[in-house]
């Protein structure tokens, strides 16, 4: 019995040392890939100069209007009700002076790493399962939506849905007061999070109901859920948003103009809503498989095993009605940080499911399938021509090209002009090379150029989306010509204006 015990121990520890170097190998890379991605100039303004500016922006205890979105002067807040940046504003000054405007990209990384190490704590915690626990690493580290979301650089939904099972897990363990402010820290994230959060918190009632205490903890947060949504948009929102650019992302027009309306739609039209799950109801024809990929790839990756036990499906209801039933097509797939959700939390229920059988050997072969199909299914969509949407992974995602490490830019020489304007400098620059120069309290995003900024930037070898070719240059002519302005710098690949002092 004790070389039976002993064996066993040994086997555990086994697992856990692999499950450990798993951690700090994923871990590694994604914290590598948005670095890189920064490093060669492929971050972009939209998302990343505007989170940059708004991080500064709240650091210094200040909500002002952000200089990235050229369209209207609005804040960070009026854009996405969210109280992240000011829970995260100490480590703009604890890490910023060491890692300058990679900061918020490593931090995310710190939050996705986090997640992933809650929810192998999680699982071997609750089912004793170290083989299980390796499992659901595995499968949050591989699933496509880990990769697609390096994509979008950095985003709200990223970190918050990373923290999720960091939540979970203090649910488990019981920490109330933990959990409380996990669950703050969540609600107050984004204005689409208390929905989820009431989902979540419904689920956490079912699976502990013979658990007073957390059923109690469960129905007061699935309580807090509903009130805190509709003081955020009945409230909040109509208070804080700008009246000539109203508050825009409920952009659920085939269900209604508000939420309330639209979930009057989905309760009075039922067939409809569901059919809305599947169809494309844009009018063009090129995203007629937008929404049957994604459920290709998560129902392969695994997500059918959760039918098993269909009350672990309720946690992803919100997060794929919030998907197919958005006005934009490309929210409707696998592009970008779109299914950033999935990628999180479905690998922690699949496991919960797997550890729900009664044949345990049957459970871990499911879960080793599921892990494979993650990592085929993630490894062929990584190629872009794979994707419906090619377009939206391009570049930015895949590490297993050796493209992904190279550029042809003079890194090191931009970065040493860069480095040349003052940090407390005015500067209006291209979409690429803002999100170096964005920690600062006056970045703008070109075409966007007030007549009193200091410094015009112009990193040439890139796209320029609001720019045409010939606007550009007719821009660069016209600041040359301008006698309040000098050449700073200019080689074949970045071109500077400095406005002269007087």
């Not at 040994?10 to 190998?25: A, E, G, P």
């Not at 100069?49 to 952000?66: E, K």
């Not at 044949?359 to 399938?369: Q, R």
């Amino acid at each position: 019995m004790t070389l039976t015990l002993l064996d066993k121990k040994k086997t555990f520890q086994k697992w856990k040392v692999l499950s450990l170097i798993s951690l700090v190998l994923f871990g590694a890379l994604v914290i590598v890939i948005p670095v890189t991605n920064h490093y060669f100039f492929r971050t972009f303004s939209f998302d990343y100069a505007a989170y940059n500016f708004a991080f500064h922006n709240y650091a210094h205890f200040s909500v002002s209007p952000n200089p990235v979105y050229f369209q209207g002067e609005i804040t960070f807040l009026q854009d996405h009700l969210s109280f992240t940046f000011f829970f995260l504003a100490p480590f703009y000054w604890l890490l910023k002076w060491i890692f300058g405007t990679y900061t918020l990209l490593i931090l995310q990384s710190l939050f996705v790493i986090w997640g992933g190490w809650a929810s192998w704590k999680l699982i071997v915690e609750k089912t004793k399962s170290q083989p299980l626990g390796f499992l659901t690493l595995i499968l949050y580290f591989t699933l496509y939506g880990r990769f697609s979301a390096f994509s979008a650089d950095a985003n709200l939904m990223i970190i918050l849905s990373s923290f999720v099972p960091v939540f979970l897990l203090y649910f488990h363990r019981g920490k109330v007061w933990i959990t409380v402010a996990c669950f703050l820290f969540l609600i107050l994230g984004r204005e689409s999070m208390p929905l989820w959060t009431l989902f979540i918190s419904l689920f956490l009632m079912i699976i502990y109901w013979k658990d007073l205490a957390k059923r109690r903890l469960a129905i007061i947060f699935s309580v807090a859920s509903v009130v805190y949504f509709i003081i955020a948009f009945k409230f909040l929102i109509p208070l804080i948003e700008d009246p000539n650019r109203p508050f825009s992302l409920f952009n659920y027009s085939n269900l209604g103009e508000t939420p309330f309306e639209a979930l009057t739609f989905m309760f009075s039209h039922p067939i409809d809503t569901i059919e809305l799950l599947f169809t494309n109801p844009s009018g063009d024809a090129y995203y007629d498989g937008v929404k049957g990929e994604f459920y290709f790839v998560y129902l392969l990756s695994g997500g059918i095993l959760l039918f098993l036990r269909p009350q672990y499906i309720l946690p992803l209801v919100p997060i794929v009605a919030q998907k197919m039933f958005n006005d934009s097509p490309i929210r409707w797939g696998i592009a970008s940080y779109y299914d950033i959700e999935f990628a999180a939390l479905m690998p922690l229920l699949i496991a919960l499911v797997l550890a729900s059988m009664n044949w345990k050997k049957v459970a871990l072969f499911l879960g080793s399938v599921a892990c494979i199909m993650s990592v085929s299914i993630t490894w062929y969509k990584l190629e872009p021509s794979h994707c419906e949407l090619p377009w939206a992974a391009q570049g930015k995602i895949n590490p297993f090209v050796s493209s992904f490490w190279k550029s042809d830019l003079s890194i090191r020489r931009i970065n040493e002009q860069l480095g040349k304007i003052p940090s407390d400098a005015s500067v209006s620059a291209t979409g690429n090379v803002l999100p170096h120069l964005a920690l600062r309290d006056a970045p703008h995003f070109l075409p966007s150029e007030p007549k009193n900024v200091e410094y015009i930037v112009i990193l040439d070898r890139e796209t320029h989306p609001f720019l045409t070719e010939e606007d550009l240059r007719s821009k660069i002519r016209t600041w040359k010509s301008d006698t309040t302005l000098r050449v700073f710098y200019e080689d074949s690949e970045l071109l500077i204006f400095e406005r002269k002092k007087h």
